[in-house]
């Protein structure tokens, strides 16, 4: 979560080591559903004659048990090339001048320099679950805004950025926000529109809504 993120930023910083956020390529579908079979009714595009039905093999978005099916999958391959997971928190991981934390398809990888940045590129790609990533000057990840400047080593976390940006996008949809509070335990949460509550895409705005529930 965002706390391990900070703590990472902290300890890698200062150790003297390079932040790069890199990405899993087609992330989900790299899995394979597990413990239930599911099945689609084949749409008029596909060809197929009326009443053909699709087995879902992979974790297809959108599925509740596709994020747990490509989490797992992670974990075997980032175990697989020889990195260390955290007993505190699964989602860190930690090899021989290389630190990883996971959210999602997103990770954060702190190196000793650009040679262990290219050997975790490379050893994932071999193991199936290809990620691109390079180092930059000012991105975004786990949905809060970062500035990077590898001259001097700092990362610049700006909490409010992401926060202000998410509610011009909400307003910008005719919504009107009357209630910002996000429950501690990370429940739902949902903008209204004058009296009439109004349900906006929940996946488009929850990277982004994260850290709220953390600071």
């Known amino acids: ?29 790299k899995a394979k559903l ?56 699964p989602c860190v991981w930690f090899g021989k001048g290389i630190i990883v934390g996971c959210y999602s398809d997103d990770i954060a990888v702190f190196h000793e320099s650009p040679k262990e940045l290219k050997w975790f590129l490379e050893r994932m790609k071999e193991v199936g679950v290809p990620t691109e990533g390079k180092t930059v000057k000012e991105g975004h990840i786990l949905g809060m805004h970062f500035m990077y400047d590898q001259s001097s080593n700092e990362i610049q976390i700006d909490l409010g950025h992401k926060e202000q940006e998410l509610l011009e996008w909400v307003e910008a949809k005719g919504h009107k926000i009357v209630n910002t509070h996000i429950p501690a335990s990370g429940g739902s949460w949902l903008p209204q529109h004058e009296v009439n509550e109004t349900h906006v895409d929940y996946k488009a705005i929850v990277g982004s809504l994260l850290h709220i529930s953390k600071v």
């Open 1 to 29: 979560d965002c706390s391990s993120f900070f703590l990472l930023c902290t300890v890698a910083m200062t150790l003297g080591y390079m932040f790069t956020p890199t990405d899993v390529v087609q992330a989900y579908l």
């Open 34 to 89: 597990k413990g239930r079979r599911l099945f689609i009714k084949a749409p008029r595009c596909s060809g197929e004659r009326e009443g053909t039905y699709f087995e879902i093999i992979k974790a297809i978005y959108g599925l509740s048990d596709s994020g747990r099916a490509f989490f797992e999958l992670l974990c075997k391959a980032l175990k697989a090339i020889g990195l260390i997971q955290c007993i505190q928190d």
